[in-house]
């Protein structure tokens, strides 16, 4: 069964910048895209960052020249820096990888306070 782990979130200041890790274990077909998406406290899960294995990659109007999205396709994995965040950044964020099967992360949260 493939494995989804994530890793890299925490608390941090406005202003600073966290790095997310996300990789799965294997993948039985091609990943054609991975990508990442947030839920804050009481708001539904919203979509931040997708890039494809053309290397296309688009971002929410919210994070758009503050985030990058970064895909090892070969190693499975793919990666979020985060740049000069803000308290409204605040939420659990998953990644999800999608071959021939949607995978998700567990989650990893993410506080932005000072």
């Known amino acids: 069964q493939v494995q989804i782990v994530e890793s890299g979130g925490g608390l941090v200041q406005p202003g600073g910048s966290l790095r997310l890790s996300c990789a799965a274990s294997?993948?039985?077909?091609?990943?054609?895209?991975m990508g990442w998406y947030r839920q804050a406290p009481g708001k539904q899960r919203e979509w931040v960052a997708t890039?494809?294995?053309?290397?296309?990659?688009n971002y929410a109007d919210s994070v758009k020249g503050r985030f990058t999205v970064i895909g090892d396709f070969a190693k499975y994995s793919v990666y979020l820096q985060m740049d000069s965040l803000k308290p409204e950044d605040t939420a659990v964020y998953y990644c999800t990888i999608i071959s021939a099967t949607q995978y998700w992360g567990q989650g990893t949260q993410v506080t932005v306070s000072s």
């Open positions: 294997y993948s039985t077909s091609q990943i054609v895209i």
């Open positions: 890039i494809y294995n053309t290397g296309i990659t």
